[in-house]
């Protein structure tokens, strides 16, 4: 059985004071009773991990962790600006995103440089939260699935049965603070497509890997996208800077 795991991305937003909130909010609302079996993380921006790892410490809820929106592909060196998983690691860190459709846009990732930096945050032990989804014109023009499916051989060539301890989350690009949700419908039949093409390769795999569902996710449309037998929680980025509506995702 796979676990509902809720992962808030903050993206490039939030304050020392802001943070600090936040995180009291949430582990608040969250030690008066969570569903059992759940897994729950924020993905700081970098400057703020130390920070958000020891309020995150102090609350010591074993199912609330931090995370990271990226890493370095190499482990050390001459890369001015950037953060390896061991830095990511030793700042308290159990999950970091890769591949964010933003980090592939804006900063013309690969899904090759992507599978890359998944190895670094495997050899350190933490979880990569894996990003793939198609945009608009892509899903317009027919192509979402054969487009997704490219996205996932790649990293079945590279990561090969390590995908079971990644984490894939798929968010549409089109539906990524938009407000324009996927309905449920839409996003189970692509995670369904995922793990049937995870199964090509590896039934195990396919059947332990966590799929996230990302793009607009809000309190109010939630329940119906985590009750799809393939989705196994959510990516959340717009509704993750309140915390009131992270919770009530949390709980959904
Ligand atoms: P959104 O972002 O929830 O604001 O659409 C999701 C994401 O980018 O991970």
Redesign the pocket.
Known sequence: MRPLIVIG?W?MNGSLANNEDWIKVVCKGMEQGMPAGRKFAVCAPAPYLAQCNALIQKCSLAFMSLGAQDVSAHASGAFTGEASASMLRELGCNYVIVG???RRHMHHETDGLIAEKALQVLDQGMTPVI?IGESADERNSGRAVEVVRGQIAKQVAVLQDRLADCLI?Y?PVW????GKVASAQLAQDMHRAIRLQLAEFDEDVASHVGILY????KPDNAVELFAMPDIDGG??????LNPQDFLAICQS
Do not use: Q
């Open positions: 991305n993206k964010h459709s933003e990003c989350a968010e539906a990524i603070g938009t990302g793009g607009s996710v990516l959340i980025g717009g509704a993750s």
